[in-house]
């Protein structure tokens, strides 16, 4: 049975290859692709997959589902602000349904701040040829909406 991974923001669907960052432009993490928020209706992010958060932290989570792990990480370089514009609305550990919100962040902020908001969804340890991107690069997406799916 495939996993079908939805969009965790709002915005345009970007290539993993686009990602200004090596790690995720080389799927060096996973397959995938990337969202880029739009700044207003993205504050919101949510679990794309039903599973269990195995890892959390404000610029990014990991929720492990029936089928495989999903990578959420929330602009590049936004380690750097501590937490600082990300808000937790769960813990590690946490059981979440697909679509539930799991982190809400101040865009804007990361964008004037001079980092990419951009948000790459990677599929870990799936195999390249594995996912299905069933949002294509330049695909606006709601939160919520399918963006690809594998196994």
């Known amino acids: 049975m495939a996993l079908t991974v939805l969009a965790p923001v709002a915005g345009r ?26 700044e207003v209706a993205s504050s919101e992010v949510v679990s794309p997959v039903a599973g269990t958060v195995v890892k959390l932290h404000p610029h990014a989570f990991v929720v492990l589902a029936e089928g495989g ?18 808000t937790l609305h769960v813990t590690e550990g946490d059981t979440v ?15 004037a701040g001079g980092r990419a908001a951009i948000c790459p969804v990677v599929a870990l340890e799936a195999k ?18 399918p963006l690809l799916s594998w196994g």
């Open 13 to 38: 669907v970007v290539a993993l290859a686009d990602v200004p960052d090596p790690v995720f432009s080389a799927e060096l993490v996973g397959p995938g692709v990337a969202v880029d928020p739009d």
């Open 128 to 145: 390249p040829d594995a996912i299905t991107r069933l949002a294509q690069p330049g695909d606006v997406v709601a939160a919520g909406e």
């Open 69 to 86: 792990g999903v990578l959420v990480h929330l602009g590049i370089d936004t380690v750097q602000l501590g937490g600082e514009g990300f």
């Open 97 to 111: 349904a697909a679509g539930q919100p799991v982190v809400s962040w101040d865009v804007a902020a990361v964008v």
